[in-house]
């Protein structure tokens, strides 16, 4: 289980770097399907399946959009020489992952075994969450009614995003 | 912007319904198996995205298209805020509390306002990503001009 999440998320990481350095966008947006895809079966394999339908549609979906807008500009990534600046970004990136990954491990240490939850909270979700809500797919009843603020302030991000949207490219195209 | 070979207009014709059935399916069942309102939203416009590229659409057409999504997600996240205030007037007088009967456990009418939540969710994050879609091609279209 946690060797092939590790394979998963090397290929995660190859994505991602290869769409970084991929060498025009249509190529890039397409590498970042990579991404997206393995993280489906992540979900899948640590029995998600309501967040992997979730990932798959959206992943899709977004794929679709950014091809279909980017299709026409796709053009050549500008060669950017290496020079002082760049090696002084690369030392501090260094710098702060080792940081961070030393407080990630400090963290890490008083948690439990992975895939061992034995919060509190948890377990009284998952023994009195159905008779409390009435919704037999735990998920749903933990999102719509213990978790409801949480739903609606998603569905009031989306709401945003497509207003900002809308406002943005609305006034670009009155010139 | 121009539609697709026949090939791709027919096969679009043929599944688009079915994609769009298993969204209301999804939706409907949100609160029974696996899914919800995000998931099954997205399904349904994923339906319609396959269309307007498949087939091709003018700028003026689009507008239309974008007025009605537009105005449909305005809507469904007016009616679930309506739907979580309405909670403050009835029962525990809690802001989102789940004020419906219950019903028996597994029947579809269940569950209280949950399926509620989870149709109008559904229908806002559908027209949140048709109207995203739809104005990114708009104005693909108007600035190719």
């Known amino acids: ?175 | 912007m121009k539609g697709m070979s026949i090939i791709v207009k027919k096969i679009a014709q043929l599944i688009s319904g079915f994609i769009f059935l298993y969204g209301i399916y999804i939706i409907i069942h949100g609160h029974l198996t696996p899914g919800g309102g995000f998931a099954g939203g997205a399904i349904i416009a994923g339906a319609y995205i396959l269309n307007i590229l498949a087939f091709g659409s003018d700028a003026v057409n689009l507008r239309n298209k974008e007025k009605g999504s537009s105005l449909s997600e305005s809507l469904a996240i007016f009616i679930v805020l309506m739907l979580a205030i309405f909670a403050l007037f009835i029962g525990s007088r809690v802001f989102l509390s789940n004020y419906l009967p219950k019903g028996q456990l597994g029947e579809i009418i269940s569950a209280g306002v949950i399926p509620l939540y989870n149709i109008f969710i559904g229908i806002e994050v559908a027209a949140a990503i048709i109207t995203i879609f739809l104005a990114l091609i708009i104005f693909k279209e108007e600035t190719k001009r």
């Open chain 1, 1 to 175: 289980m946690e060797l092939t999440l590790s394979i998963l998320i090397g290929f995660m990481i190859v994505g991602a770097l290869f769409a970084i350095h991929a060498g025009d966008l249509l190529s890039a947006v397409i590498t970042t399907g990579i991404v997206g895809y393995s993280l489906v079966i992540a979900f899948l394999l640590l029995k998600a399946p309501d967040l992997a339908i979730v990932q798959i549609v959206i992943e899709t979906i977004t794929l679709i959009i950014m091809v279909a807008v980017v299709l026409d500009s796709t053009r050549e990534e500008l060669k950017v020489k290496n020079d002082f600046k760049s090696y002084a970004n690369i030392l501090l990136s260094l710098i702060f992952s080792a940081v961070l990954l030393f407080f990630f491990l400090e963290s890490i240490s008083g948690l439990n075994l992975f895939g061992e939850h034995t919060l509190r909270m948890s377990e009284a979700y998952i023994t009195e969450a159905t008779e409390k809500t009435g919704s037999i797919n735990l998920v749903t009843g933990v999102l719509f009614d213990f978790r409801g603020y949480d739903t609606l302030g998603e569905a009031t991000i989306l709401f945003a995003a497509a207003l900002g949207v809308l406002t943005v490219l609305r006034i670009k195209s009155k010139k």
